[in-house]
Nanobody
Framework: QVQLVESGGGLVQAGGSLRLSCAAS????????MGWFRQAPGKEREFVAA????????YHADSVKGRFAISRDNAKNAIYLRMNNLKPEDTAVYYC???????????????????WGQGTQVTVSS
């Protein structure tokens, strides 16, 4: 059974940085799609970034492009989300997600992902 455990959230001032971690277990993830999503209060969950585990190819939402970066560590079975120049509008619960197959046409689609972590809160103060 796939388990995803996020960590690294917290309170940071605008302009600051955080790195979120997602520890993945229960499978060999070499063929998996891995994603970060976020949900702000009163809003729907939205795509932030995705990574094709086999190649390390990454995709980022326009709202975070140039500020956030998704990456992986094969040895640790972990993915990360490095977040720089944080803004108050980045405040949300951030979720790690996984799906057994990469699909370049739907990596941004919440419905595609079968496995989710519990989420970690990121709060950016102005």
């Amino acid at each position: 059974q796939v388990q995803l455990v996020e960590s690294g959230g917290g309170l940071v001032q605008a302009g600051g940085s955080l790195r979120l971690s997602c520890a993945a277990s229960g499978r060999t993830f070499s063929s998996y799609a891995m994603g970060w999503f976020r949900q702000a209060p009163g809003k729907e969950r939205e795509f932030v970034a995705a990574l094709k585990w086999s190649s390390g190819t990454t995709y980022h939402a326009d709202s975070v492009k140039g500020r956030f970066a998704i990456s992986r560590d094969n040895a640790k079975n972990a993915i990360y989300l490095r977040m720089n120049n944080l803004k108050p509008e980045d405040t949300a619960v951030y979720y790690c997600a996984a799906d057994a197959r990469w699909d370049s046409s739907s990596y941004w689609d919440i419905a595609k992902y079968d496995y989710w972590g519990q989420g970690t809160q990121v709060t950016v103060s102005s």
